[in-house]
């Protein structure tokens, strides 16, 4: 039975109700701050707390006609709170309240993607340990190099989803900014002491120089997190794509009951959610470009980023959400074929063990070049001619010179591959 890995609801923290509860959020935290240094009534305060709602469809209603989103939500707060919505957005610029409650929710977004990549990463430590003294052969261009561990993958695929993990971390600190400073950022009509105590409300940092918004380095930095991210699901999506072609077979991803996976071909058995995931990092990648782009705007700003970013904060953060949710529940259901592992351990006949027999030779007094022409020689008939290295090298009276035959059965141990997993496992953080 295929076991499912339940995430919370990323598309709601992008929804419009939430954005505009982030809205509101924003506008009662800055009246708190102009009441606490008493420049509107506190009375006034107490009752745009009590009174402040919205309704999304009205918004859109109001907005469809003033064509200004704020400016909707503004006066639909207004039809709620009454005479005292006047000390609403006193001072304030659109920016002021655009980039301070993305921040919001940025923080709840992210908050979200750090517990899938500790979900991911509780799966790849338990696969990690599962197969740490699994054999399977190691490959270097897609070529059989030598044998190594499979949990040795998982290790990696770990240790890559911790910097991730950090990476994503330290992003939303980045972003974790809030700004009040008004129209170009100089406080002409706020004092900016209004910004340091409406951000302490949000729990967020206030700017520490803004124009009419916050600049634009940290989004991208916030999503470059989540492209790098993206782009570590597609490494280990591509991995199991290769592991799962008919001529490898080690590994393949999930196939339900009464699944299919050809409309023409009922044999078929695709790779499809690791493809789907491959698929999906290069949207990922595609829009931490465009937020880079965003960076550059005129003079104190235009709005060439705005328009961009209603699309690809949403769109990123749900991806990447669904990719780490899909890719965790392929590897908790990965099915491994050790069989098949050990039959492409054997598949060239002993090839794989050419540097141990090389090594070999040259601490027992052969020179290096030597050695690697012998070896090589055997290796290359044995490959055109599927000849067996062990007994090719038996056979030669030049190796026989320098190591005896127990010697050379020494050089074909499989398991040389695991030797130093301890250590590596350790430094990786990974412990039984």
């Not at 105590?197 to 940092?205: D, M, N, T």
């Not at 491994?336 to 070999?360: C, D, H």
């Amino acid at each position: 039975m295929i076991k499912r890995y339940t995430r919370p609801a990323m598309g709601a923290v992008w929804s419009d109700e939430n954005k505009y509860r982030s809205w509101l959020q924003v506008e009662i935290a800055v009246c708190e701050a102009q009441a606490e240094l008493g420049h509107i009534p506190a009375d006034a305060v107490t009752a745009i707390k009590k009174h402040a709602d919205f309704s999304v469809t009205r918004i859109e209603a109001i907005e469809e006609e003033v064509k200004h989103d704020v400016i909707a939500f503004l006066t639909n707060v207004a039809e709620y709170v009454g005479d005292e919505a006047r000390y609403i957005h006193l001072g304030m610029t659109s920016s002021d309240l655009l980039d301070t409650a993305l921040a919001l929710v940025v923080r709840e977004a992210g908050a979200i993607l750090i517990e899938d990549v500790q979900a991911i990463r509780k799966v790849l430590r338990e696969q990690a340990l599962a197969h740490k003294n699994t054999v399977c052969i190691g490959r270097s261009h897609g070529i059989h190099a030598e044998p190594t561990s499979f949990g040795f993958k998982f290790a990696l695929w770990y240790d890559e989803m911790g910097r991730n993990l950090g990476r994503l971390q330290s992003a939303m600190e980045a972003l974790s900014v809030g700004m009040i400073s008004g129209a170009v950022g100089n406080y002409a009509y706020i004092d900016p002491r209004i910004e340091e105590l409406a951000c302490a409300r949000l729990g967020l940092r206030p700017a520490t120089i803004s124009t009419q918004v916050i600049q634009r380095d940290v989004h991208a930095e916030f999503l470059s997190a989540l492209a790098l991210c993206g782009a570590t699901l597609e490494k280990i999506a591509v991995e199991i794509r290769h592991l799962q072609r008919t001529e490898v077979l080690e590994a393949e991803e999930p196939f339900a009951a009464g699944q299919k996976g050809s409309s023409a071909m009922p044999h078929k058995r695709n790779p499809i959610g690791c493809e789907n995931i491959s698929g999906l990092a290069r949207l990922l990648r595609s829009n931490a470009l465009t937020a880079v782009e965003n960076i550059a705007l005129w003079h104190e700003r235009d709005i060439s980023h705005s328009s961009v970013e209603r699309i690809i904060f949403p769109d990123s953060c749900i991806l990447l959400d669904y990719m780490l949710a899909r890719m965790t529940r392929i590897l908790t259901n990965l099915a491994v074929y050790p069989e098949r592992m050990q039959k492409n351990v054997r598949l060239t006949g002993g090839l794989i063990f050419s540097q141990a027999i090389l090594l070999a030779l040259t601490l027992k007094g052969m020179s290096r070049e030597q050695a690697y022409k012998i070896v090589q020689h055997h290796a290359m008939r044995c490959w055109r001619e599927e000849l067996d290295l062990k007994a090719e090298l038996k056979a030669d009276k030049s190796v026989l010179k320098f190591l005896t035959a127990k010697e050379i059965d020494s050089c074909f141990d499989e398991r040389v591959g695991l030797k130093q997993m301890d250590y590596i496992y350790r430094k990786v953080g990974i412990a039984e």
